[in-house]
């Protein structure tokens, strides 16, 4: 995908996101990492998805400084490690993305395990997979960026990689090789979040046997 391709996809996404109510005002970010180690472009701190300019997106070169656009999300710094540790068991990961989708949160303003959702339905175990909790920090917190690289790890490691985590009050990070399948993965995490609030009796999650047949039929992560 080049520059130009890539910074329409971003805006194309983030008005799609803004527009169904994934993302609301300013919260939120995207990014993409370009072809051949060329930098990253990432929307502008306090933007709102819902109206980003092409021109105006903010572009970092391979070493994260900001060469153009306007500022960049205080995000970057989390963005840059989830890149770093995500490559290493998924090489196409070229695109962030990250909301404050609404059930998403509301679960983790509950009691929550060490992962946000259990394997209620095959969609979820096919597009998304695991999604590791991780323990509130501010936002922009150094911390943070350090715990979701070490999840990346922990289940690339065992051989179930990831593509999103859940930052506990505040919203999920999914990634993927481009906006398009991004927003994909984001969209079958927040509905099977929203099914799971919905239920209020616990849900009966799909059993180890379903699972491996998921594994064999579609290489699901799981």
């Given at each position: 995908m080049s520059e130009r391709e890539a910074r329409a996809e971003i805006c194309r996404v983030g008005q799609s996101l803004f527009a169904r109510g994934y993302v609301h005002g300013t919260a939120?970010?995207?990014?993409?990492?370009?072809?051949?180690?060329?930098?990253?472009?990432?929307?502008?701190?306090d933007a709102c998805l819902g109206f980003l300019e092409p021109s105006r997106l903010a572009r970092l070169d391979a070493n994260g400084k900001q060469v153009g656009g306007d500022r960049a999300s205080k995000t970057i710094a989390l963005h840059a490690a989830i890149y770093a540790a995500s490559t290493q068991y998924d090489p196409a990961t070229a695109c962030i993305i990250h909301t404050h989708s609404t059930h998403c949160v509301a679960l983790t303003l509950r009691p929550c395990g060490e992962e946000l959702l259990a394997p209620i339905t095959p969609?979820?175990?096919?597009?998304?997979?695991?999604?590791?909790?991780?323990?509130?920090?501010?936002?922009?917190?150094?911390?943070?960026?350090q715990a979701v690289a070490d999840a990346i790890r922990r289940f690339g490691e065992r051989g179930t990689p990831i593509r999103a985590v859940m930052?506990?009050?505040?919203?999920?990070?999914?990634?993927?090789?481009?906006?398009?399948?991004?927003?994909?993965?984001?969209?079958?995490?927040?509905?099977t979040a929203r099914?799971?609030?919905?239920n209020a009796a616990p849900t009966e999650p799909l059993s180890g046997s379903q699972i491996d047949e998921l594994r064999r039929a579609f290489d699901a992560r799981w």
């Open positions: 939120g970010n995207i990014s993409v990492r370009l072809d051949d180690g060329e930098g990253y472009l990432i929307t502008p701190t969609y979820f175990v096919m597009k998304v997979g695991h999604v590791p909790l991780i323990p509130y920090g501010r936002p922009g917190a150094p911390q943070v960026a930052l506990d009050r505040l919203g999920p990070n999914v990634w993927h090789d481009s906006p398009a399948s991004a927003m994909a993965v984001l969209e079958e995490l927040e509905e099914l799971t609030f919905m």
